[in-house]
């Protein structure tokens, strides 16, 4: 098992490969006694910015006043973070809702319990310089992108929604560890991508990029949010509970106080430390993520609830753009039971959403 601790994240995060050996099944212990509970949670990425919340969470013992015992890890992409979590070797992980919808579809009993996107980060990325001011300008052009991920398989229905004919764009597939880079250096015209995690790079690496959000043209999709598997959550529901509670509490203190929030993800992540650059991509990170998590649904009933109407919309994009091999079911792949106890006042919103306003690209 790959856990955050200081002496093992440097070599995590030089790491560029998808893959990773299986870490082995944990059961929680029986909850409610003297000792902390010991629970697993992968992240779905490297623990950047986006993922804050978790960090807080475990280091202002938000989780642990809860009596648990949290083990954060590193993640290779939601889709592998989905598939060792349905597969019982993290107890609950961190994943793009898209990616839980195939995940269900090919017969695993994940739900999702709590979100913190609720904006869609998918993007293409340019540079200013490039002279491609629209989605039709992408045509005849090349775009980079990693094939694994979700912003290439939803690239058909960006393409649809914005009017550009797919067939006039041509991809090149790039490594995790290359692909910002390969923009910057004019590699690739454009560039598939997250929001959430690409921007901060490109922004740091010197980029003067316009970026056009999926989300902008219609293709509305949740993002990350924590997951279980169905079992889990009917054998430990205390343990589920205290869980989403204790990230949706550090999620809360990652929009009152930034700032505090990045030192302490900097001081919990020592490779972090020492570079500029890491500290303003974090900083970016952190407020893209406040911003991609401004929605009706946490405003009107408390972080991380899910819209039934919008779980239903999800679903059908994803049939319609993903190839699901068996039909999902919107009300079995989600629940609020455990989201919506901490919330924010309208003043507090008020307040967070002036914090991030030039973030907001919707």
Known sequence: ????????????LGAGALGAALT???QVKSFGQNKLTKVTLTLPWLPIGSYAAFIVARENGYWKERGLDVEVSRGYGSADASKKVGLGQFDYGDASFSVVIQTVAQ?????GLGLHMQVSPLAVFTLKKSGIKTPKDLEGKTIGATPTTGDFHLFPAFAKAAGIDKSKVKFRFLDGNVRTQTLLDGGVDALTGYYSTDAAPLWTGGGD???MLYQKY????YDTGVIARQSQIEKFPEVTAAIVEGAMQGLKFTYLKPAETLDIHIRAVKEF?????NRES?????????????????????????LADEVKQNVATAKEYLSLP???????????????TVKLSPAEWETVENSVRSYILW
Do not use: C, W
């Open 209 to 211: 990029v316009d970026i």
């Open 218 to 221: 219609g293709i509305k999709f």
């Open 273 to 277: 430390q020492g570079s500029e650059r």
């Open 1 to 12: 098992m790959t856990i955050l601790t200081r002496r093992n994240t440097a070599k995590l």
């Open 282 to 306: 974090l900083k970016h990170q952190i407020a893209i993520n406040t911003a991609l998590g401004i929605h009706p649904g946490p405003k009107a009933n408390g972080l991380g609830y899910f």
């Open 24 to 26: 082995p099944a944990f």
């Open 107 to 111: 017969g695993m009993d994940l739900v």
């Open 326 to 340: 068996k039909e999902v079911s919107p009300e079995a792949i989600y629940s609020n039971k455990f989201a919506g």
